[in-house]
């Protein structure tokens, strides 16, 4: 298929209004399951599936499959940034999402044995963006020389990490943020050496944790991570 027809058949996907919809739900970088998207469009399970198929077909949606369920995205910047163009010429604005996580939780918290939340989600686009880590087919993760060093200096046990008998690092979405951390061993590691450093404080019951002064102070800022709260 040549460039223009490639562009007719994007174009063909992006016409059709409940798939617009679609798409335009999805500009905030937070990923939506099929359920919420049928839910959106007031269209049936079937005919909603049908819609994300061709959008997938197309490349402009991704699929990221987490537990039982399966969540749809956009499938890079690329194409967010087509959308917001759009809908500049369209003159329509997107619509802000509205979470109901509490505000404490969703800044920090524990996901498994790794961190998750606001916190989470920006370090995570913080070492993509700095080179540290190497995205790999179905979610995972390498860690480049400049991360090696970057985490060592963080405190990060990396003999340990390695070690393990899991996967060593790869791609969590995020149940309020929408938005994927970092997961497996080596975000595990991070979180126990955060802890140990004392940039972070967990909460002695259930999944909250504190971002600490010194933790703020020592690791955010340096990293130029703008975090509220």
Known sequence: MDVEQRLAAIAAAIAEPARARMLCALLDRRARTAT???????????????????????????????????????????????????LVVAGRPVPALRTRTPERLRLARTCYDHLAGTLAVALHERMLK????????????????????????????????????????????????????????????????????????????????????KGRRDWIAPLGVAIDG
């Open 36 to 86: 919420e998207l049928c839910a959106l469009t007031e269209l049936s399970a079937s005919t909603t599936s049908a819609h994300l198929a061709r959008l997938c077909e197309q490349q402009l949606l991704a699929c990221l499959p987490q537990g039982r369920h399966r969540y749809y995205t956009l499938a890079s910047d690329e194409v967010g940034a087509a959308l917001e163009s759009l």
């Open 130 to 213: 700095a080179g540290w880590l190497h995205p790999q087919p179905g979610g995972d993760y390498t860690l480049k020389p400049a991360g090696e060093a970057a985490l060592d200096a963080w405190g990060v046990d990396l003999d340990d990490v390695q070690g393990k008998r899991r996967r060593f690092a790869c791609a969590c979405l995020d149940w309020s943020e929408r938005r994927v951390h970092l997961g497996g061993a080596l975000g595990a590691g991070v979180l126990q050496a955060a802890l140990k450093r004392r940039w972070l404080q967990q909460d002695l019951e259930g999944r909250g944790v504190q971002l600490t002064p």
